[in-house]
């Protein structure tokens, strides 16, 4: 079994849902992010989040995974400050909605000044509803914005083990797990981290405190990619123990801590209804003969890229 602590399935197609229980993804973690067009009024952001507290929770439970996700106000679009006003007044009431699991993903992108003010605000959201963080990491300057993510964090007096730092590389990687906070990958093609890199640092560094993920997402970015990657990690001689704590275990314990998440959400089994309608619509077309029973992984075939 796999989670997939960080996917932004609303950019994705039942497809990928499909692709994603057959290979053994149980659960998996929708943050909120920046959807590639900005959103320039607050009204937008509503929709948004409710969406991926509504819709995508029930479309991903037809078809066998247990949906989640994290809610915030992104660091590229902290930018505009109408917008970030307006959408730090709505983010407690939905941070307090069945399934949310953390405030996230939050961070730096340019490391602006209003960058800096509005992943502050939200760190103190994140005390303030005693909730874990996902903090996601600039693209630029990685390793500064990294150290100076945990700083901030530490400065606002959050436990580390609260808190994960996500879409670390090669050169960010050790100053995270020294200072104590969970160390989450994205294995994404060509930019974050590739499977194979990856395994090396599972071999280097082991399971403990590292979290894989897909970040899956409207770019090029492959759905599959913590089954793969357990996969490749499997046969290039990395443990068991590592793999479960890395693809498994960690995410399960780093966002836990929320009290939405829980082993026994999909321990006795993940049934399906496609019967069931979620505000009058169905995820069926044309006709189809809806899917009513267990969802079983088998992840035998996994190409590994």
Not at 64 to 73: A, E, P, S, W
Not at 202 to 217: E, F, H, N, P, R
Request: glycine share 8%; charged share 25%.
């Amino acid at each position: 079994m796999f989670i997939d602590a960080h996917a932004h399935m609303i950019s994705r197609t039942t497809d990928d849902y499909q692709a994603m229980a057959a290979a053994g993804v149980v659960a998996l973690i929708e943050p909120s992010f920046w959807v590639g067009q900005p959103r320039t009024y607050v009204g937008s952001y509503v929709d948004y989040l409710s969406h991926i507290v509504g819709f995508e929770r029930f479309r991903a439970s037809q078809f066998g995974i247990r949906h989640y996700c994290t809610i915030g106000l992104n660091s590229k679009e902290a930018n505009n400050e109408e917008l970030a006003e307006g959408v730090m007044d709505i983010l407690p009431g939905f941070a307090l909605k069945e399934g949310v699991v953390a405030i996230g993903e939050i961070g730096y992108d340019e490391q602006t000044p209003l960058e800096d003010k509005y992943f502050r605000a939200q760190l103190e959201l994140a005390k303030e509803l005693d909730l874990p963080v996902m903090v996601h990491t600039p693209h630029r300057d990685k390793k500064k914005g990294t150290i100076k993510s945990m700083e901030v964090c530490l400065e606002h007096g959050l436990d580390p083990t609260k808190v994960v730092i996500d879409h670390n590389n090669e050169e960010t990687i050790e100053d995270v797990l020294d200072r104590g906070f969970w160390a989450a990958f994205s294995i994404y093609p060509s930019t974050k981290m590739g499977n194979v890199r990856m395994v090396e640092l599972l071999k280097k560094y082991g399971g403990d405190q590292v979290i894989l993920d897909s970040a899956t997402d409207w770019g090029i970015s492959d759905p599959l990619a913590v089954p793969k990657t357990a996969q490749l990690a499997r046969e290039r001689g990395v443990s068991e123990d590592a793999i479960k704590k890395a693809t498994y275990a960690n995410a399960l314990a780093a966002y836990g801590q929320s009290g939405q998440m829980s082993e026994s959400d999909w321990a006795d089994g993940i049934s399906v209804d496609q019967t069931r309608l979620h505000e009058g619509n169905s995820v069926l077309r044309g006709g189809r003969e809806p899917v009513i029973g267990d969802v079983r992984p088998d992840a035998n075939k996994l190409i590994i890229e």
